[in-house]
């Protein structure tokens, strides 16, 4: 299945070369874990925050447009570092799990453990679905540039579609004190949280309503076309970030330290 | 070894000490009510009438909170206006289930626009016990740019089994959920396990060839060929197509199973009649209101006329919830239900002057002092470096057969320093009070 053998050959390594970068891989592995299954998070937690956090505030228009074009970034950036460096086209899918599993943890633990949050609350979305089309596409294309057509628009397109099908549920109409709400709007009053008033929600409002009832496939393209812009914008953040640069140390500095020059 | 063992030992007591901090906290007495400044609190919702059902409930047992709210007249600049708000409560987070509640008989699932400045809103709140424990409850109104405003607390235990818990709705489709609390979530956990399988299949396909060095070194020298063949372009179209088949199969899965779907509501109520409001036969002027600080009195000096026809009599000084009753007026003492709790009902009470029945068309100037450590227990005495120095409150006058008057006061206050050479300004009442002592 893999040509392990021909690119070690290629490379010039023998066994203990080998196994060393082998080695060398799995720290590199594990630091990435470790940065980016804590940066990810924390950034969507602050970018995208209670709409990603409560099942009452997944709305037909900012929900779909905030999570996709915020959570590209960091698949961006990975997927340029990844692609340019090494041609592995993982980057996307290494941002979407290091974003998925670090939540559903933090969801089990700290919200539904420790602060008594009912999981129907709180239970994540995934951003994996849109990911495996780019990391697809950029072997596809093989330019970055197309893979920011095609797969950073069908990253925000399909986020709302992949999304919602199993939450469908959550949008019954119930009858609740003779008005009716969904499934959703019933989790979260019945669980009240004392510190986030019901009218602190920002649910679709804008002009796209007008549409009608279609506003979800607007919102969904629009969410693609910014995906596209923000897909570019950080391949090339991800590419500087990743350069190894050497600034020399000024003379004064080497000699104040006993360095001669 | 023995600084291996030296190691060990301060390792240990590290622990301990962090297990001592984290097991010996008692629950948290206030949960925040006290943090906003006493111009706040005592200006802007004044709950009186609050009554919790029961102060031990089982899990899934219902109970009811209810109260009265008046929005006083004198709202501080400085915080909004009740424009928008929303009927809550607080508590130490989800611990007790909601099941219904109204502002005037409103139903108060969503929020409310316009409330009126000097009204009273009659408040009601069903809840379930869900979370066992000994739990911290008030009644809340938040009100948009200024935040929750809260009123009395009272401990209700919940008690019995979490795993008991179950709110069961039934949707207008005829689909019975069983448990709001946990619906859904296998659902959406189970599309997220298939699409983190995928994932790691597709993480696994490329991981498992040596990685970094050797790859940058093949790009390097130009044999990009090795490292995406043309198998990995065609596994790479395949991630594509499946991706997307997936996808949109889900979609169709949960809408053709749900076809009938609603979306979120955000619909602000109206509250259209008043409640019958309580009679306020009673023109009040503040002439002068002090602090005395050492002392933990309050002090206002008010002229009170009678322009009703039923005699009146002072009974209670209510405000942030504490109640100050003249314990010599039966009427204001019958309104103190024995189970209220004693926190908010100071024992000092309320001394007036002269409690003589205010008769009708008569005028007086009353002295009324509020002596209690309350003041700095509730944190009410911050005032003292507030951008906003004045004080505000209720006063309930009773006819003789118990009929209240409702009747706002507000003022300036001032504070004394009794123990003046020793206190600065700027000294918090704690401070304050650690000298008088
Ligand atoms: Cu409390």
Known sequence: MFNNKEVLEYAGFGKMASRYSMYWDLIVVTAIILLFGSVIPLSVMLMVGDWDFFIDWRDRQFWPLVFPIVTIWYSAALA??????????????????????????????????????????????????????????????????????????????????????????????????????????????????????????????????????????????????????????????GNWFAQATFFPNASWIKSSVGLKD | MTGFRKLTVLGLAVLAGFLAITIDTKPALSHGERTQEPFFRMRSMQWYDVTWSKTSVGVNEEWEMTAKVYLMKDWPETINKPDLVYVSLLAPGPVFARTESSLNGIPARQSFRDLKLGTVYDYQMKLVGRVPGRWHVHPEIAVAGSGPLVGPGEWVEVTGSASDFAFPIETMTGEKIANLETYGVLNIGMWHLIWLAIAAGWLLFWLLRPLLIPRFLALQGGREDLLVRRTDVVAGAMLVVVSLTLIFTSYYLGVSKYPNRVPLQITVNEIEKDIEQPPDDLDITMKRTTYDVPGRALRMIFEATNTGSSPLTLGEFSTSSLRFVDKKVPQAMARVA????????????????????????????????????????????????????????????????????????????????????????????????????
């Open chain 2, 338 to 437: 024995p189970d209220y709790p004693r926190e908010w009902v100071p024992e000092g009470g309320l001394q007036v002057s002269n409690n003589a029945p205010l008769q009708p068309g008569e005028t007086r100037t009353y002295t009324v002092e509020a002596i209690d450590v309350a003041w700095e227990l509730e944190r009410l005495t911050s005032f003292l470096t507030d951008v906003d120095a004045r004080f505000g409150g209720l006063l309930f006058f009773y006819e003789p057969d118990g009929r209240r008057h409702l009747t706002e006061i507000s003022g300036p206050i001032l504070p004394v320093f009794t123990a003046g050479d020793m206190v600065s300004q700027n000294e918090t009442g704690a401070q304050v009070a650690a000298v008088s002592q």
């Open chain 1, 80 to 237: 340029g570092i990844f692609w340019e460096n090494f041609r592995l086209p993982i980057g996307a899918t290494v941002g979407a799990v290091l974003l998925l599993l670090p939540v559903w943890l933090s969801r089990w633990g700290t919200w539904h453990l420790f602060n008594n949050y009912p999981m129907s609350m709180v239970t994540p979305t995934q951003v994996i679905s849109g990911a495996l089309i780019l990391d697809g596409c950029m072997l596809v294309f093989r330019h970055y540039v197309f893979t920011a057509i095609v797969g950073g628009f069908l990253y925000g397109f399909t986020f709302y579609f992949a999304n919602f099908g199993p939450m469908a549920g959550f949008f019954q109409p119930v009858e609740h004190q003779g008005a009716i709400a969904p499934v959703a709007d019933m989790v979260g009053y019945a669980f009240p949280r004392s510190a986030t008033p019901e009218y602190i929600r920002i649910v679709e409002r804008s002009t796209l309503r007008t549409f009608g009832d279609t506003t979800v496939f607007y919102t969904a393209s629009f969410a693609g076309y910014v995906c596209v812009l923000m897909y570019l914008i950080w391949w090339k953040i």
